[in-house]
């Protein structure tokens, strides 16, 4: 009976480090998610502000048509990367 109870603590504690593996590892998975996420979104916050800017420097007459579709075109190459 008592290595009966052994085993079964053991199997126990078994079960227990391994849900304890997969949580930290779902948790993990999580953050690395997240910061992907955090990071695409930092990506196309400042896409957003170089076309914006471009299309700024084209309204005033700092740059011309050509230079603003060469800008828009390496800003679309690098969303498309």
Not at 1 to 6: E, F, S
Not at 66 to 78: S, Y
């Amino acid at each position: 009976a008592r290595l009966a109870a052994q085993e079964e603590a053991k199997q126990k504690a078994e079960e227990t480090r391994k849900a304890r593996e997969a949580k930290d590892l779902a948790e993990k998975q999580a953050k690395l998610a997240a910061q992907e996420e955090a990071k695409q979104v930092r990506q196309i916050k400042n896409n957003l502000k170089e076309i914006e800017i471009t299309c700024q420097q084209l309204r005033v007459g700092e740059i011309g048509t050509k230079e603003a579709l060469d800008k828009l075109t390496d800003i679309t190459e690098k969303i498309t990367q």
